[in-house]
């Protein structure tokens, strides 16, 4: 069983640029949602996708995107990078209908934004 | 408002010592709780939940609705514990709300 990945692991940009995240969903699993993690706090959730749809967001301006494809990999992509951004961006699959629902989280990209 | 808080950013016990790490939440309604963990150098992962009642790794947690805690306990802490403790709150969806950790150090 294949865990769940992301890339890149690391990523430096300037305020404004664009940047486009990626992660690889665990064997079997369906759901997948993105967190931001900033320097001494914990994960916020930004959004979930079910199935390619987006299934709950959280308190994230429009700026903050997702996708996810038919074998339920997913990117997360941010426009208009603002110093605010750097944070530690954490994936994590599910599969609903198992026993309460597990996340199993991926390794983090490192966004640095210049 | 949904919120999860950890008082303790940094716990330091020495080995053989008893830890209980604090949790306490705020929810209208019927959360589920869970304990993540994350050791040096690796992601993050589940270390136990409320409903399954079960002990990982000497640990456990009770969930306290009068006081709405979830404190993580273990009588004698040994130097592997040391990692870092994020309490998780979730509303019955995937949708997963953390507290801001709190750091383990076992001392030998």
């Known amino acids: 069983e294949t865990g769940v990945t992301q890339s890149p692991t690391h990523l430096i940009k300037t305020r404004g640029q664009q940047v486009t995240l990626r992660c690889s969903s665990q064997s079997g699993h369906n759901t997948v949602s993105w967190y931001q993690q900033a320097l001494g706090q914990g994960p916020q959730f930004i959004f979930q996708y079910y199935r390619e749809e987006e299934n709950g967001r959280g308190n994230f301006p429009p700026r903050f995107s997702g996708l996810q494809f038919p074998n339920y990999s997913s990117e997360l992509n941010v426009n208009a990078l603002e110093l605010d951004d750097s944070a530690l961006y954490l994936c994590?699959?599910?599969?609903?209908?198992?026993?309460?629902?597990?996340?199993?989280f991926g390794p983090g990209t490192r966004l640095t934004v210049l | 408002a949904q919120r999860v808080t950890q008082p303790e950013k940094l716990l330091s016990v020495f080995k053989g010592a008893p830890v209980e790490l604090k949790c306490n939440y705020s929810y209208s309604g019927s959360p589920e709780l869970f304990w993540y963990v994350q050791y040096s150098r690796q992601r993050l992962q589940l270390l136990l939940r409320h409903i399954s009642r079960e002990s990982i790794k000497g640990f456990t947690a009770d969930l306290n609705k009068g006081e709405t805690s979830f404190h993580l306990k273990k009588p004698f802490a040994q130097e592997e514990d040391s990692a870092m403790y994020y309490c998780?709150?979730?509303?019955?969806?995937?949708?997963?709300?953390f507290g801001t950790g709190t750091r383990l150090q076992v001392f030998p």
């Open positions: 998780a709150l979730s509303d019955n969806t995937d949708k997963l709300i």
């Open positions: 994590a699959s599910s599969r609903p209908g198992t026993a309460y629902n597990e996340q199993f």
